[in-house]
């Protein structure tokens, strides 16, 4: 945001948790926090800092969460100062993997998912400039959602697209928690990879054991159960678990976890090409900069192609160390979160 880049990070095996504050154009601190934390069972690609803090330019919001407890809590911009801290009921996965999803920001209202498997979840929303709670909807989820929902606007109106197991795609009104339809009954694993909306149509995915098993694309609109009237298309094989897709034009570009890439008619669904496109597994999410997709392997190879429905690679590169962290993309820079350092390239 502007000239600040907020991250978090952990040490001591999640005993400490930290949001921290640099100057973009330096790399020099302005601020770093200790949130606290404790240990616990995860997933060996999991982090103990997963959650992506989000800010409005005045409060940045971060969520974290262990096995004993889980929060929201609201930082002053500039200072890093705890303006507020909500503790939330437990997010606890009965395959032990630990927690992911992060705050989403809507109006005067912070948004957080959040579907585990061990108990009654929920989706809440949060005043921003207080903490309290707004609204919050029960959610019962056989498999923890790891998926961040999004919003979007579609015949004027917002719409905040969940991705989960029990009712696949959902639309839901963001400022009251209602639910406005759903697709029940199409989604059987867990959800990893976020949502993504084109042209009115949404896309999301579930998957297991490191490939994606099942994706949707889902026209916008209708109410109650929109199966059998809404779903223009259904993709069962060769699909990402992890890394998110991406609309560019008017195709989908899948990055699959072990570096095939499939380039495929958003409306339709058809292929257009298939290629082993990346060396080695893929955690991090593409990001699309003038039409160029690029996408980080975790021992921090990037690769970059061409979003076209014509094939091309473009170039490999070393970052030097090992990423699982989307890059983050702003005013001609890219920003890295390896394991060990926080990088900035800036276009030339």
Not at 163 to 173: F, I
Not at 325 to 333: E, M, Q, Y
Request: aromatic fraction near 10%; charged fraction near 20%; proline fraction near 4%.
């Amino acid at each position: 945001w502007e000239d600040r880049v907020i991250v978090t990070s952990a040490a001591n095996k999640g005993e400490k948790r930290f949001i921290e504050c640099y100057h973009t154009d330096t790399g020099k601190p302005v601020w770093s926090k200790e949130l606290g934390g404790a240990t616990h069972h995860k997933h060996g690609l999991n982090s103990f800092a997963s959650s992506t803090p989000v800010t409005d330019g005045k409060m940045v919001y971060v969520s974290w969460g262990d096995n004993d407890e889980y929060f929201i809590i609201a930082h002053d911009f500039k200072s890093g100062a705890e303006k507020w801290r909500t503790q939330l009921k437990l997010s606890l996965s009965k395959h032990g993997h630990g927690t992911a999803v992060s705050p989403v920001i809507f109006e005067d209202l912070v948004i957080i998912l959040n579907e585990h498997d061990t108990g009654p979840g929920y989706i809440a929303a949060l005043d921003k400039a207080t903490g309290k709670e707004r609204w919050k909807i029960a959610r019962k989820i056989e498999i923890m959602t790891y998926s961040t929902p999004i919003i979007i606007e579609h015949g004027g109106k917002p719409v905040l697209i969940n991705s989960c197991l029990d009712d696949g795609m959902m639309g839901m009104d963001p400022r009251t928690g209602k639910v406005l339809w759903t697709t029940p009954g199409n989604f059987d694993l867990r959800t990893v990879a976020m949502p993504v909306h084109w042209k009115g149509i949404v896309y999301g995915s579930c998957g297991g054991g490191g490939k994606g098993k099942l994706m949707m694309a889902v026209k916008v609109g209708g109410k109650g159960n929109v199966s059998g009237s809404h779903i223009a298309w259904k993709r069962q094989r060769s699909l990402p678990y992890v890394p998110t897709p991406i609309v560019y034009g008017d195709h989908i570009y899948m990055w699959l976890d072990n570096g095939i890439v499939i380039c495929a008619n958003a409306k339709t669904g058809e292929e257009v090409w298939n290629e082993r496109v990346g060396r080695g597994d893929f955690s991090s999410s593409p990001v699309c900069i003038d039409g160029k997709i690029y996408c980080s392997s975790r021992t921090g190879e990037f690769t970059v192609i061409k979003a076209s429905p014509k094939y091309e690679l473009l170039g490999r590169s070393q970052l030097g160390e090992a990423t699982h962290a989307t890059p983050a993309v702003s005013n001609g820079r890219i920003f890295l979160r390896g394991f060990e350092n926080l990088y900035c390239l800036e276009a030339k």
